[in-house]
């Protein structure tokens, strides 16, 4: 298992490296700079800014040296925010995505696979058809649909969550966080569903009913393990979503989290501040594909040797 | 009293009836056999009187004493956990994945409400089914064991709670032939050593003749003819029976005249082929060593071997669907490309027919177009129309009618599938064809048809056969040489009756023994 740990390490600064420099070299090809503003600034500022930042040496150098500061941790200085080093953004945002985005996926997970469940159980009845339903409906739906339906029902009309921004408490939490959850949820409440249904189909099922096994013995013990495979594959995936999609999240409910900083961001043409930010998305994203791995060798031993 | 009795059993699945009548007993200490073509309802017969099917009974079930005629489901619970064990076909996927087999052995011993058990003690039940390294083994999880290891595991299970009874569904169907007799040995001992009665299905005639003590003969969910084992197979009463136990190879049977042989066909020399390890893991796996083989005009050679000798692999690199890594193949003293390499032309000389004939159909297409696909490819030349009338002959050829033309494979039966799949592969006028384990997945009638179609084309086409399997006494019916391969190599080759007459190497004794 620690082998399996430290080659995907070692696969991950390659795949790192690769992912950074698309990003360099495809938002230098989108047109526009940092500096244009509404009013075009006078030639020498421009140049003399372009200087200071270096933008005015070849583009793979500017490149080499991006990548060479960034191994020794240096995320380089904001464009826009001129106060600031990307790695102080970073470290005032990530704190806020990763809560949003871990609570999001627990709460998923507990629902969706509660939800599968007893469907699985019930496979056929009303609570099945209800619950597939009811996972269909979360799937559709968007976060920018589901965020405000929320605050207007919850915050503005019953006025018990508060609307916006990171107030005392944690009651600030609940809403983008379920927000985020409802459509994973959905998602992982129908591949639970799906694999308990293949799962209890199979033999060692049987061989554990021959046993006399209570029914919830036989399902939690024997069944639930293998049928949380495909939950695991779409965890990571998941977790990027989660963590991208909470831009929107995090717009509806006014939180400073990192999807506000990537997209204004990207709209300045903020070089640097985009490519810490999508260096730290790959990165976590590469960490969540590592932990479903892992996961996967737990749910099912047979993929350990794979 | 008996330990076990069913009394006019009758089973329903979704009101449709599929075993009706069925009386038995099993006695403390003795095993009852159930044989019968797949589909009798041996299987059902077996399990659903224990809830193990959705199938619905009604007649008498009385265990160990106690009616479990209308038992609820607890009831029914109770008469699994304490009085009965069950071993089924499938070791592969019998036992749970994610478990070791420590703790699947556990749960199995406290299942009748006994305490925890010791380490030491559960390393002794292993020991007591013939497992090594039981320590070991403890701490495994079952994919890491071998299919006859895990079917001694599987014993094991069923008989930790000490049960009165033992269900046993085709226990050594999905077993290596060497292992079977093994496995049905390790039953007789547990039986004799616990006064456990048995309930075995079965279709392995001459296993069941050698350990059961009565026989119930089943076809279409009817009960044909029951009686004492060895008198029942000596001299059967009933038609159906008797065409049972003849569809069954045999090596006692005389042995078939074989059609004559012309010019060398195909020759291979020294071939070897070697995978990568899968995974991670580094090294290869040589899975066909130095094989030198020959095969002439009419003649049919059977490769014979355990599983993973590799007789399948070389199979599928004659037949130009498989890697080769080194050596030679020659038809007809010119030497024959790998896979990728190979013409049109020269893959129409060679065609495959596989072991499980459903699953190597597409379920998508329709029956003619399964058969003349082979033409498509092979005889570009031909019309829609002129490949459709050599599908209808091919047909007449298998003894199919014309009206499977237009079905799918999924409503054929085991027997009719293999017979569109080597239709398949005739069509396109192939000179030899290789036949991997092509009778295994089908029981003793249909097997024995299949077998009967082949020696007919033999004889009227003067195809030539390579026969991949691991059962002597149905290569016997149909081939004139024998090839044994173990670990990737040949071991023994010669004349079909010369190798059953005095086999040299102890694998070909342990093939032998078990057909």
Known sequence: MLALIIRRLMTAIPTLLLIILASFFLMRLAPGGPFDGERPLDPETQAALQQTYGLDKPLWEQAWLYVSRLAQGDFGPSLVYRDFTVSELVAQGLPISLTLGGLAILLALVIGVTAGLCAAVQAGKMVDKSIMMLATVATALPTFVTGPALALFFGLWMGILPVSGTGNGLSWLVMPVVALALPVAGAIAKLTRAGLATVLQQDHIRTARARGLPETKILFKHGLRPALVPVASYLGPAAAGLLTGAVVVETVFGLPGLGRYFVQGALNRDYPLVLGVVTLYAGLIILFNLFADLIYGWLDPRMREG | ?515
Not at chain 2, 358 to 374: F, G, M, T, Y
């Open chain 2, 1 to 515: 009293m008996s330990l076990y009795s069913l009394r006019n059993l009758s089973i329903d699945i979704a009101g449709k009836p599929l075993v009706e009548n069925v009386s038995l007993d099993v006695e403390p200490g003795k095993c009852t056999a159930i044989i019968g073509a797949s589909g009798s309802g041996k299987s059902l017969t077996c399990l659903t009187p224990f809830g193990l099917t959705p199938g619905v009974t009604s007649g008498e079930i009385i265990l160990d004493g106690v009616n479990l005629t209308r038992a609820d489901r607890y009831q029914m619970r109770q008469a699994r956990s304490q009085h009965t064990g069950f071993v089924f076909q499938q070791p592969m996927t019998a036992l749970t994945p994610h478990l070791s087999v420590g703790s699947q052995l556990q749960e199995a011993a406290r299942q009748a409400g006994a305490s925890r058990l010791s380490r030491h003690e559960l390393a002794q039940m292993l020991a007591r089914v013939g497992l090594s390294r039981t320590d070991e083994r403890l701490d495994q999880f079952p994919h890491r064991l071998s299919g006859g290891e895990r079917q001694r595991v599987m014993i094991a299970a069923a008989i930790a709670h000490q049960p009165k009874l033992l269900v046993a569904d085709e226990p050594t169907s999905a077993l290596d032939a060497s292992l079977r007799a093994e496995i049905m040995d390790l039953l007789d001992e547990l039986r004799a050593e616990r006064n456990l009665g048995l309930l075995l299905v079965s279709h392995d005639l001459a296993s069941v003749a050698r350990h059961a003590d009565q026989l119930v003969v089943m076809e279409k969910g009817r009960v044909v003819e029951t009686g004492p084992a060895a008198s029942l197979i000596a001299k059967p009463r009933e038609d159906y029976t008797k065409r049972l136990i003849a569809a069954i190879p045999r090596l006692e049977e005389a042995a078939p005249t074989l059609p004559a042989v012309g010019d060398m066909l195909l020759t291979t020399r020294d071939v070897c082929i070697v995978f990568p390890r899968p995974g991670w893991r580094r090294g290869n796996i040589r899975a066909v060593s130095d094989v030198s083989i020959e095969v002439r005009e009419g003649e049919a050679l059977a490769i014979v071997g355990g599983s993973g000798s590799g007789k399948s692999t070389l199979g599928r690199a004659i037949a130009g669907i498989g890697a080769m890594t080194s050596g030679e193949i020659r038809w007809r003293n010119e030497i024959l490309p790998g896979r990728r390499k190979r013409t049109r032309e020269k893959y129409g000389h060679i065609q495959p027919v596989f072991q499980d004939p459903i699953a190597s159909l597409n379920p998508q297409w329709k029956v003619i177009d399964i058969i003349a696909e082979p033409l498509r490819n092979l005889r570009p030349e031909f019309s829609k129309a002129e490949r459709a009338r050599k599908a209808k002959a091919v047909l007449q050829e298998v003894d199919l009618s014309e009206d499977m033309l237009g079905r799918s494979p999924t409503s054929l039966s085991g027997g009719q599938a293999q017979r569109i799949a080597i239709a398949r592969a005739i069509i396109a006028k192939p000179e030899l064809l290789v036949l991997d384990e092509a009778t295994s997945a089908l029981d003793a009638l249909v097997g024995a048809e299949i077998l009967r179609l082949l020696s007919r084309l033999q004889r009227e086409n003067r195809l030539s056969l390579i026969f991949i399997t691991h059962d002597i006494a149905s290569a016997r019916r149909v081939c004139h040489r024998i090839a044994v391969l173990e670990e990737g190599r040949i071991v023994e080759t010669g004349a079909m009756e010369d190798v059953i007459a005095s086999p040299q190497q102890e694998i070909t004794q342990k093939l032998i023994a078990a057909s």
